[in-house]
């Protein structure tokens, strides 16, 4: 879990518009947002890391969910190169340790 704030670049009838979010969990293919307005499923949208400045495609995986703090929007990269979170993830073959 990791909380990263965000502006999301999207087209809104033809008009393109901008709204900040926050992520609640990231991974190298993408992130759970939470966002103040809903977003149909194939929505795509560019992804602004607010203190990088880096942007990134994204496209929403399926339906939001409604929550209190707002909706929780599944997005994937279009391409995951480098590491748009700044953050170290472990290797896809990485096993916890048994006790």
Known sequence: MLRVG???H?????KMQALEAYTLVVNSHGAMICAPRNFEAET??????KHTNERRRARVTRAPQSSPDGF???VSFD???GD??????PPSDWK???S
């Open 44 to 49: 795509t949208m560019e992804v602004e890391h």
């Open 84 to 89: 748009f979170w700044h953050i170290a993830f």
């Open 96 to 98: 916890p340790p048994e």
């Open 72 to 74: 929780l929007v599944p």
């Open 79 to 81: 391409e995951s190169d």
């Open 6 to 8: 965000l502006i999301i």
């Open 10 to 14: 999207f087209m809104d009838k033809g």
